[in-house]
């Protein structure tokens, strides 16, 4: 449940998690995360395929491994705190942060103990993070114990993230825009008189379209939003 407070573009996002999250992924075996080169993008694609509980529907999706975050992500923008907690939003929206969805475990429980070895060891399975654009921000789908157990050991867990990614007639629709702007410039360079400077803009006009065009097929699409299901 959420509910937004305050005025202009810096507001609180107050929000009471409710109990019943479901992990998306089977339980994992000490076993499987000691296999050399694990594929985990992979495993956890089909377990998200086969899986009646996960966040998936029609359209096209991602999952990233992510090794790394930015400072703060996993310290002050991690949300221990349960059920309630209020996220103060960025100017403009969005917070930028990891959310839990169940119960966090103290760090000296049994579980937590055992994969603070995999932490110690390198054999620790990646935390299954969604991420979620009104947010600006990551739901954890699976992975609370192994996330406790590497913050637990000083270290930031393991990460794959799913992301929606933009329908394709959509990117392709920003492609052609895309595409005019950079024809239109261009075209203006064309009026300057030749030389190394204009040369030297030409290449980095060129350089710079191709890289946008070759990551919009993959950029994060907003995080559809449905009404909750009518039980009566």
């Known amino acids: 449940m959420l509910r937004s407070h305050g005025d202009g573009c810096c507001r609180e996002l107050h929000l009471r998690r409710l109990p019943g999250h479901r992990s998306p992924l089977p339980p994992l075996r000490a076993a499987s995360m000691r296999t050399p080169d694990a594929d985990w993008r992979h495993r956890c694609a089909r377990w998200l395929e086969d899986t009646p509980h996960g966040p998936l529907h029609d359209g096209r999706w991602s999952l990233t491994a992510r090794a790394s975050f930015a400072p703060g992500i996993w310290t002050e923008d991690f ?3 349960w059920p309630d907690t209020v996220l103060e939003l960025l100017c403009g929206g969005g917070w930028h942060g990891v959310l839990p969805l169940r119960p966090l475990p103290p760090p000296d429980a049994p579980r ?9 060891d390198g054999t620790l399975a990646p935390v299954l993070l ?5 947010l600006d921000g990551w739901l954890i789908l699976d992975g609370h114990d192994r996330a ?14 799913l992301a929606r990614l933009p329908d394709e007639a959509e990117w392709r629709r920003t492609a052609d825009a895309v595409a005019e702007g950079h024809a239109e410039r261009m075209t203006r360079l064309s009026e300057h008189p ?25 950029d994060e699409a907003p995080t559809p939003l ?7």
């Open 194 to 218: 030749a030389g190394p400077g204009t040369e030297r803009r030409r290449a980095a006009l060129e350089r710079g379209y191709a890289d946008a065009l070759a990551t919009l097929p993959y």
């Open 79 to 81: 949300v221990p705190d």
């Open 226 to 232: 449905w009404p909750p299901a009518d039980d009566a």
């Open 148 to 161: 406790v157990a590497a913050l637990a050991e000083g270290t930031e867990p393991p990460c794959v993230v």
């Open 112 to 120: 937590v103990k055992a994969y603070r070895k995999h932490v110690r």
């Open 130 to 134: 969604w991420w979620v654009s009104f």
